[in-house]
C-alpha cells in the first residue's frame, strides 16, 4: 500500500466482526459479563441521576442478557470528592473533576466496543478452556450453584454490582488454587479490554493511539506470490510451486537465512502464515495490533491462566513487533551451551563472533555509539525513557551495576518510539521487515503470505514426492540417511477484495512448495509442532521450553513520565543476573508501556482503587524483573484445534529468582523518590511514602526506611507463599513472557537430548533444519533477538557450503 504524501494518522486495517460466541447460551454470558463488569464497577455517588438511568448498550445481541446492568457501586458524596481530589492531585496537569467522575461511572458492558473485544479474545481460546468456564457460570447460574460458590442464594448475574465485586474479592483470597485462578482470570480480561475500549480511559489520561507528530517511514513493497483463479473462493486442486529452499517463517530466523541463502544465488521462497503491513498502516490501535500482529490476538494457550505468552505472527514476525533492544549472547551462557559437547565448541569461537558482528552491524546496532557530535554521552543520555533514567540512576545510588541499552536502527539516533510494540511506523527500527526480508528479496528471493504449513513432505521409499498424502510416523533417528524432506504442505488464504483480512471473498488454495532444503523458522511454539505434525518422533521435540518470566513493578511519580516517549528498553540492571552462581537470575529493565499490556496485570483489590490507578497513567512507570530460567516445560498442539498449548510450571528456584527481581525493581523506584510502587505479585497492598503537608510523597531518599523494609519483606513473602492455605504458590501473580526458546534444541549428542545437530539440521533427516530460537540449548538470559539471528547466520552460511558441494 502506498504512503499518501497528505496522510496524518494510520491507515489502521479493519477487523471482522464476530457474532456473538455461540459456545456459550444466553445465561452463561449474562454471567460472565456481570462479573465483568464488577471488576470494572460503574461508581457514583449516593443519590446520583445515572442510578435511575437504564444501561444502553447498542449491540442488539446483548438484548437478550438479562443481568443486573442498573446497579452502581454506590458511596457517600464525601467519599467520591476525597476520591476525585485524590485523583487530581496526582497531575501535574489535572484533568476536569467532571472527566473523573464519569470515569469512576463508566460501565464496560455498555461499550459495544468492550464487548467486541472482548469475544474477538474469547473466539481465539480453546475449545476445551471455553466449554470448561461454560460450565463454571452455568452453576453460578443457579441458586444451589451460587450458593454453593458464593455463599449467596442469589444468581450471580441477579446479583448488585457492589456484592458481585465483594464475591471476586472474595475468590481472590480463596484457599483453593482454582479459584483464585478464575478470579485471576476475570480480572485481567476486564481490566484489559476496559483499558482497550473506554473513551473515558482516553480523555483522562491523553492516550491516542498515535505518536505525536506521526509520519510513517519508506516501506519496502513486496510482491506476494498469489494463487488460484481469482474468481473462486475456495480451490481444491493443490497448486505446485518449486524452489530450491523453502523457508517457513519470516521471523529473526527465517528473514536472516533468506537474505543469506539468496544473495548466495539460491532460489528461495520465505512463507508465513501472517500478513504484512507497511508503515502506512503503523503503529495499530491497541485491539487491532493484538489481533493483527501476535500469535492466537496476543493471547497464547497455557496451562496456568496465570501465565501470558506474546508472540509476533505476521510478516517478519518478533522483529516487527520487538522492542528493538539489541543484547549479544552473554559469554557466560555461550560457553554453558558448548561445555561438554566438541560440535557445540563453535559456540565460543571466533566463527560464532562474527555470526554476531555481521547481524549487529547490517541492523545498525552500534550505530548510535559512533554517532561524531554531540557525542555518544549526549546521544545515549537523550535516548533515555523516565523509567530508563530511573534503572540508571538508581543504580548508581544503590551501587547496582547497570548500563545502557543498544537498539537495531541506523542512523546514528536512539529509536524514540514507545509504540513499537504495536508496529514501527517510522521504519528506523531494523527489524525483519524492513532490513533482511527486503535484502533478501533484492536478492531474488520470494515470498507468500497467508500460507499455514501444515508439515513437511518427505520422499517416499520408491524415489517420489508425497506431496499431498497424509504423512506417516518417522521414528526417531540419528542416521544421516534418514528420510529426505523434499518440500511443505498447507493452504494459503488470500487477502479480502479490498487488499486487508477482515472480508468475506477470500480465497483458500491447497499448496504443495517442492525443495531441495527445507528450513522450519516458525518460532518455539510453532516450529516443533510443524515437525510432530510432518510424523518426526523424536521425544525432545516440543520440550525444553524457556520463556524468560517476566515479573512486574509499577511505579508513580509526582512527575509526568511521558509513558510513551522516548525508546522502550534503553537501560538494564544486572546486579541480580547471578544469583545461584550457575548465571541464572533476573535483569531489571524498564517495559513496554502501551496501556493494555501494563494494565492487564495491575493488582485488582477492588473497582475503585484500580481505576484511579489505571487514571494516573501519565505518571506512571513500568518495570519487568526479566529471569534467566533454569527449568522448563513444554509445549504441545490443542487436539482440536491444532494451535499451541504452553505447559510452564514456574519452578521454586527461579520464583526465588524472580522474587529478588521484584525486590531489586521497588528499590530502584523507591530510590528514584516513586510516591507509590506497587509489585504485580497477589494480595500485595501498594506501597505509599509519607506524605509532606503538600500532599506529595517524601521523595528524599532514606537508604533505610523501616517502613519501605516491611513492605518489601512482605512483596517477598507473597511472592514465595507455599504455606497449606495458599494451596501452593501464590497461583494467582501474573507473569508474562515475550521469550520463547529451547523446544528443538542444538546438540552434539546425537539426539539423545536434542532436536537439531550443531549445523541445525533435524536429527534423523535429511535437508530438514530449524533456525529460530527454538534452537537454544537453554534460556539466553537477554533479548533473544540477535542470539536468534546469530544461530540463523551460523545455519544459514553452513547450508551455503552444504549445497556448493553437493
Known amino acids: 500500500m502506498a504512503t499518501s504524501l497528505t496522510q496524518s494518522v494510520p491507515d489502521t486495517p479493519k477487523l471482522a466482526l464476530l457474532p456473538l460466541g455461540n459456545w456459550w447460551d444466553h445465561t452463561q454470558w449474562a454471567v460472565f459479563l456481570s462479573l465483568l463488569d464488577a471488576v470494572v464497577a460503574p461508581v457514583v455517588a449516593t443519590g446520583d441521576a445515572r442510578i435511575e438511568r437504564p444501561a444502553n448498550s447498542s ?193 529473526c530466523g527465517g528473514a536472516v537465512c533468506a537474505k543469506i541463502l539468496a544473495a548466495a544465488g539460491h532460489r528461495v521462497v520465505v512463507v508465513e502464515k501472517g500478513y504484512h503491513y507497511p508503515q502506512s498502516q503503523l503503529p495499530m490501535p491497541q485491539d487491532e495490533g493484538s489481533r493483527l500482529l501476535f500469535e492466537n490476538s496476543g493471547i497464547v494457550a497455557s496451562t496456568d491462566p496465570a501465565l501470558s505468552v506474546l508472540a509476533g505472527a505476521c510478516w517478519g514476525g518478533g522483529g516487527t513487533v520487538n522492542w528493538s533492544v539489541s543484547l549479544r549472547t552473554p559469554d557466560r551462557v555461550r560457553q554453558e551451551w558448548a561445555k561438554g559437547q566438541p560440535g557445540m565448541s563453535f559456540l565460543t569461537s571466533p566463527a560464532f563472533d562474527a555470526s554476531m558482528d555481521r547481524v549487529c552491524d547490517f541492523m545498525g546496532v552500534n550505530d548510535v555509539l559512533e554517532t561524531p557530535l554531540p557525542g555518544p554521552a549526549a546521544v545515549v543520555d537523550d535516548q533515555q525513557s523516565h523509567r530508563g533514567r530511573v534503572v540508571l540512576d538508581s543504580s548508581t545510588k544503590l551501587n547496582f551495576k547497570a548500563d545502557i541499552l543498544l537498539q537495531n536502527s541506523r542512523g546514528g539516533k536512539p529509536h524514540d518510539d514507545g509504540y513499537c510494540h504495536l508496529g514501527c511506523g517510522s521504519a528506523e527500527k531494523q527489524g525483519t521487515s524492513v532490513s533482511w526480508l527486503p535484502a533478501a528479496a533484492k536478492a531474488g528471493a520470494q515470498f507468500i503470505e497467508g500460507f499455514n504449513v501444515e508439515r513437511v513432505a518427505f520422499e517416499g521409499d520408491d524415489g517420489t514426492f508425497v506431496g499431498d498424502a497424509a504423512s506417516s510416523s518417522i521414528p526417531h533417528s540419528t542416521s544421516s540417511q534418514g528420510p529426505k524432506a523434499v518440500g511443505v504442505v498447507g493452504t494459503w488464504l488470500s487477502r479480502d477484495e479490498n487488499g486487508g483480512v477482515a472480508g468475506k471473498q477470500r480465497r483458500k488454495t491447497r499448496l504443495i512448495i517442492k525443495a531441495k532444503k527445507v528450513i522450519v523458522s516458525c518460532g518455539s511454539l510453532w516450529s516443533p509442532l510443524v515437525l510432530k505434525s510432518s510424523g518426526l518422533m523424536n521425544p525432545q521435540i516440543g520440550r525444553n521450553l524457556h520463556l524468560h518470566p517476566c515479573n512486574l513493578v509499577g511505579a508513580f511519580f509526582d512527575e509526568e513520565t511521558k509513558p510513551m516517549d522516548k525508546g522502550i528498553i534503553t537501560s538494564i540492571c544486572t546486579s541480580f543476573e547471578d544469583l545461584d552462581g550457575e548465571y541464572h537470575g533476573p535483569r531489571l529493565e524498564p517495559s513496554c508501556m502501551v496501556p493494555y499490556l501494563v494494565m492487564a496485570n495491575l493488582p485488582w483489590s477492588n473497582s475503585i482503587d484500580f481505576k484511579t490507578a489505571a487514571m494516573r497513567y501519565p505518571h506512571m512507570d513500568s518495570f519487568i524483573a526479566l529471569t534467566r530460567d533454569r527449568d522448563s516445560g513444554r509445549v504441545f498442539p490443542d487436539p482440536v484445534t491444532g494451535q499451541p498449548i504452553v505447559d510452564y510450571t514456574f519452578s521454586a528456584r527461579d520464583r526465588e529468582h524472580a522474587a529478588e527481581g521484584v525486590v531489586g525493581l521497588a528499590r530502584l523506584c523507591h530510590a528514584a523518590g516513586a510516591n507509590e510502587i506497587r509489585a504485580f505479585v497477589a494480595h500485595t497492598r501498594p506501597f505509599i511514602p509519607v506524605v509532606k503537608p503538600d500532599g506529595h510523597a517524601d521523595r528524599d531518599y532514606k537508604k533505610d526506611d523501616p517502613a519501605f523494609e516491611a513492605w518489601v519483606k512482605e512483596v517477598r513473602n507473597a511472592a514465595l507463599s507455599a504455606s497449606p492455605l495458599w494451596g501452593g504458590w501464590n497461583v494467582a501473580t501474573p507473569f508474562a513472557s515475550a521469550h520463547q526458546m529451547g523446544t528443538c534444541r542444538m546438540g552434539d549428542d546425537e539426539g539423545e537430548a536434542s532436536v537439531v545437530n550443531p549445523r541445525g539440521q533435524v536429527w534423523g533427516t535429511q535437508n530438514l533444519y530449524v533456525a529460530d530460537a527454538s534452537v537454544f540449548p537453554t534460556a539466553s538470559g537477554v533479548n533473544p533477538m540477535v542470539t536468534t539471528m546469530a544461530f540463523a547466520d551460523w545455519i544459514a552460511n553452513g547450508i551455503v557450503e552444504e549445497m556448493a558441494t553437493e
Open 59 to 251: 449491540l442488539a445481541e446483548t438484548d437478550n442478557l438479562h443481568f443486573n446492568r442498573t446497579s452502581f457501586k454506590k458511596l457517600p458524596q464525601d467519599e467520591l470528592d476525597a476520591a476525585t481530589s485524590r485523583t487530581r492531585r496526582a497531575f501535574t496537569k489535572p484533568p476536569g473533576t467532571s472527566a473523573i467522575i464519569d470515569c469512576l461511572a463508566d460501565r464496560a458492558s455498555d461499550n459495544p466496543q468492550f464487548l467486541v473485544g472482548l469475544n474477538r479474545t474469547l473466539n481465539g481460546a480453546s475449545l476445551k478452556s471455553k466449554t470448561d468456564l461454560g460450565r463454571l457460570l452455568t452453576i453460578l447460574a443457579g441458586r444451589s450453584g451460587a450458593f454453593m460458590l458464593t455463599g449467596y442464594c442469589t444468581p450471580v448475574q441477579d446479583q448488585p454490582i457492589h456484592i458481585r465485586e465483594k464475591i471476586l474479592q472474595e475468590w481472590s483470597n480463596s484457599w483453593i488454587p482454582l479459584i483464585r485462578k478464575v478470579a485471576r482470570m476475570f480480572q485481567a480480561l476486564a481490566q484489559t479490554h476496559w483499558v482497550m475500549s473506554s473513551p473515558m480511559f482516553r480523555e483522562v489520561t491523553g492516550y491516542t493511539d498515535v505518536p505525536e507528530k506521526w509520519q510513517p517511514g519508506p516501506s519496502f513493497t513486496f510482491k506476494f506470490l498469489q494463487f488460484g483463479k481469482s474468481n473462486d473462493k475456495i480451490a481444491n486442486d493443490p497448486e505446485l510451486l518449486e524452489t530450491d529452499i523453502v523457508i517457513v517463517g519470516s521471523g
